[in-house]
């Protein structure tokens, strides 16, 4: 019997983020492992037109929760969608709805961020670190409350080298970063923003580490855990491999590849490439949730969800594995033949970038132009390359995650729950998790039909003749403008001719010597 599994009977759970990548996983293995919860509380906004009825009668129908409705019948009663919006006051929740939540919940789960690398000062403060303030808050008037695990990243101190499973200090007080945001305009805002995140690379990480002061700092008596993982990737087994569904952190780039937009990346090749399959998150998270309420720890416990000090993987072994599937399960009308340039040096990077991405965008272009259909192609390189160019950073270094907290916990777990709820990435074959992840991005990404290999297979000879065909009139014509233009370019094509005519001669006399 599963220790972990029979905590989670009976009780009331509330999430924040639950219409998210991470937070659908979390409810899905929530409902399969302890079908026997009380309720899941989530707070959901309107969103693209849908009311909060309809985004969780979609999340409950798709494919990621076939297997829940086989265990657990009846999970629509078992879920309430509560309105709220994170970045109002008391998060816009109606008294009623509030006091249901004081009064009942048992166990938080805060996973709702802005997760945007570009977004505004004002707003990720508001969802990533006040937020959290107001929610610490509500937990500390929760009289059955037993645990808050809190989500954080991995990078909320990625200008450190080495990061230890402790909180570190920020150097300006969240407190006092809250309080100027509410009377400063917004261009001040966006104004002083650089100089306040100082070295870390962009206004997600840095709001990510207040959010973690905050919690240190607001946790009053509550029993409060920390969960940083590094780049979550698809599901690795549960409740089955390959599931993603946004185009955030690789998954944008991995499109981009197959569908031969994107063919270099300045990208560190030995550089460790952190990724940790979501289902892994979860599992440490409801662990997590289970020993911070049963163990109490006296203090607030940070436990990494990371991957590169105990099963690395570089990016040069990504990208050959991503390719090698992209030659297996092609994705349909890509634009060009999948290739992958990592390059590290600036120049050669330029250079990949006006070669091999503006250039081709611009030919396509002139080309519907010429057509008489409206250009998008440039539009649609540039707006990948500003993604690249925002997720560089992350793909051009290495960092050292200390796991003690992690590896602590899984000695703790009997085995029934290692196996039910397993954390331990060092079981993780990279090679076939790739191959996965890149069928899970055609499959549930792209939407794209099996069936449809062998047409995208042909597709690719196609382009691959015309690369070609390409290629040898370019070089043909480069040439005969040099030979009609330069002397010296005349005496080396007349060394050539003569040497292969020498060449040929030879090589029939040399055969009728032979006979
Ligand atoms: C062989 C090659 C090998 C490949 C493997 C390489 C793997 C590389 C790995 C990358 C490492 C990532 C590191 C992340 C580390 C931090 C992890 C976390 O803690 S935090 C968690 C991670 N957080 C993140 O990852 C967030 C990062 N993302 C951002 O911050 C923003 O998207 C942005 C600033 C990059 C672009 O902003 P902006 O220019 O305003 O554009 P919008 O956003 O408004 O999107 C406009 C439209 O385009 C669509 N679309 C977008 N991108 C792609 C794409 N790549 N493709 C396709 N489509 C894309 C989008 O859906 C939308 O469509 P629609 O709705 O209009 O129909
Ligand atoms: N994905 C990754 O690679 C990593 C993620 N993390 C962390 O994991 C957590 C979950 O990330 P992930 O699932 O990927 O992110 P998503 O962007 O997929 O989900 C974010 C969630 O937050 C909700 N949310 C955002 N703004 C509001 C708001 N104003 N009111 C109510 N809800 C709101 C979203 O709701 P809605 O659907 O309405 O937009 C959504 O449910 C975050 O804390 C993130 O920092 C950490 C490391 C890596």
Redesign the pocket.
Known sequence: MSMIAAFYGGKSILI????????KVLMEKLFRTSPDLKVIYI???P?AGQTLQQRVFQILNSKLFEKVKEVCPNVHEKIRAIY????QNDFAISKEDMQELLSCTNVIFH?????RFDDTLRHAVQ?NVTATRQLLLMASQMPKLEAFIH????YSNCNLKHIDEVIYPCPVEPKKIIDSLEWLDDAIIEEIAPKLIRDWPNIYTYT?ALGEMVVQQESRNLNIAIIR????GATWQEPFPGWVD?V??PNGLIIAAGKGFLRALKATPKAVADLIPVDTVVNLMLAVGWYTAVHRPKSTLVYHSTSGNLNPCNWHKMGVQVLATFEKIPFERAFRRPYANFTSNNFTSQYWNAVSHRAPAIIYDCYLRLTGRKPRMTKLMNQILRTVSMLEYFINRSWEWSTYNTEMLMSELSPEDQRVFNFDVRQLNWLEYIENYVLGVKKYLLKEDMAGIPEAKQHLKRLRNIHYLFNTALFLIVWRLLIARSQMARNVWFFIVSFCYKFLSYFRASSTLKV
């Open positions: 924040t983020g639950a219409t998210g990548f991470l937070g707070l959901v906004r969103k709220a919006d994170l970045s996973c709702a961020a802005t997760v969802l989500i954080s990243t991995a990510k993982p590094s780049i979550v946004n955030n952190g």
